[in-house]
């Protein structure tokens, strides 16, 4: 009943399709197939909605009402829907939305929304799992395979291959730094086989970077093999990103009254932030936003300046959130007009250093018998200090404290049983040489 009235009212709504522009003027309009399949704007903008489309009032009324899976098609269908039928949009939803986002009252009016129950248990995978199953349909249209490269320096590489785990149509050769990333990342990537290839370098991630660059200007390789990279600039990893909020929404909405809802994103490239200043665009009525950052304070000088300078990353315990040149700065500039008070109102900066970091990790096991990341830590500590009366916030625990054991366990008594079994992992191992890596591409593996 409620979706067949939302439905009406949507439609009516949406008279034209949804173009996607550069965040760098120029005439590019593209829907939102070619935006995922181009990952770039030819200009090297980022894609971003040309306009956003706003959800009626009653839908964020009646939000309870809905399924998980209803309110995701809802928020994403706008964006989507000139690419993806309804059918297709829900399949991919269903396969994005595997696990839950609980919203856990953590100290006072504060709440941890746990976005660490995913299969790499950071919030990454919802974005990975999801732009992964668009860029498969869209291949799969055009009958053709496709050929994912992705170097990194651990975390990132872990969510993207397994948002790409079996799906159809679909190899991927991931490449990490031999002896530069962690025994549970590495077998995040190696442990899963399939259409999934790990590729250990003997380099460093710069290595592994450049040896994926040089594949993309293969012109003769690329004659033979389909390539498609799977930034983290891409739309298609960014978009899903919003539900989080409107979910978390969902659960807070009984409590929440009269009082103001404010949350605390713990933030690098700003791209989980940029997810969440568009769905309050689109309605959802969240009254303020916490960037909270570790030392790499790009975007609070920003806030402060008014200039953006980009610095060297620095590195913290929260190293996720280690990005000195953050890439969504872009969407936040692009969303609201280059505005900075405009962009002052909705977003407040913070940034936390790592003694305050582990101190909080410290404080909150021993009040609340809660575990957090450091990145957690990060985002409750800036939720703290922006210190709104008569709210309740909302702080985003972005991963699972247990893959940064090695930091927790300076200040907390906790222990992580089991340790990684690395014995039965497959991986290729290739010295830093670009003819090795350009056979291991033809062959496909299955
Ligand atoms: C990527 C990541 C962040 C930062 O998110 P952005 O969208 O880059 O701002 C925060 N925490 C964890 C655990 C991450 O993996």
Not at 41 to 68: C, H, K, R, T
Not at 197 to 208: K, P, R
Not at 331 to 346: C, E, G, T, W, Y
């Amino acid at each position: 009943m409620l979706t067949s009235l939302y439905l009406k009212v949507a439609r009516a709504l949406s008279n034209s399709t949804m173009k996607y522009i550069s965040t760098r003027k120029n005439n590019e309009s593209v829907s939102f197939k070619e935006a995922v399949i181009n990952g770039l704007s030819n200009n090297g903008g980022l894609y971003f909605p040309e306009s956003i489309p706003q959800l009626p009032q009653a839908f964020f009324n009646n939000i309870e009402a809905y399924s998980d899976a209803a309110i995701a098609f809802q928020a994403l269908k706008p964006f989507v829907e000139e690419d993806l039928s309804n059918e297709q949009l829900k399949a991919i939803i269903a396969e994005t939305l595997t696990f839950p986002t609980p919203t856990v009252p953590v100290e006072g009016n504060m709440f941890a929304l746990e976005l660490f129950h995913g299969p790499t248990q950071a919030f990454k995978d919802v974005g990975a799992r999801f732009m992964s199953r668009c860029l498969s349909q869209f291949y799969a249209e055009q009958h053709q395979d496709v050929t994912i490269l992705v170097a990194t320096s651990g975390d990132t590489g872990s969510a993207v291959a397994n948002g790409f785990y079996n799906v159809p149509g679909v190899q991927v050769k991931i490449l990490f730094p031999k002896g530069k990333i962690s025994p549970y990342q590495e077998f995040q990537m190696t442990s899963l086989g399939k259409n999934i290839q790990a590729i250990e370098v003997e380099g460093v991630f710069d290595d592994c970077q450049q040896l994926v660059k040089q594949a993309f200007n293969d012109q003769e390789l690329r004659k033979q093999v389909t390539l498609s990279s799977a930034n983290s600039i891409n739309i298609a990893r960014l978009l899903p990103q919003m539900l989080y909020y409107f979910l978390a929404y969902k659960q807070l909405k009984p409590i929440l009254g009269d009082q103001k809802l404010v949350v605390s994103v713990p933030s690098g490239n700003l791209g989980n932030l940029t997810a969440g200043l568009i769905a309050q665009q689109m309605g959802l009525p969240i009254t303020h936003f916490v960037a909270a950052l570790n030392a790499n304070d790009t975007f609070l000088q920003y806030l402060n300046t008014g200039s953006y300078t980009a610095k060297p990353s620095v590195a913290t315990y929260s190293n996720a959130m280690d990005v000195g040149n953050p890439s969504n700065f872009e969407r936040i500039a692009h969303l609201f007009q280059n505005d900075l008070s405009q962009i002052k109102k909705h977003v407040s900066a913070f940034s936390i250093n790592d003694a305050a970091t582990l101190e909080e990790i410290k404080h909150c096991y021993a009040h609340n018998n809660y575990v957090l990341d450091p990145h957690g830590a990060v985002a409750k500590l800036g939720l703290a200090q922006y210190n709104s009366p008569n709210s309740i916030g909302v702080f985003l625990g972005t991963a699972h404290p247990q893959k940064f054991a090695a930091v927790i366990q300076k200040v907390v008594p906790v222990s992580y049983g089991e340790t990684v079994d690395l014995s039965r992992c497959k991986k290729v191992s290739m010295r830093n040489d670009y003819e090795a890596f350009k056979d291991l591409i033809k062959k496909k593996k299955t």
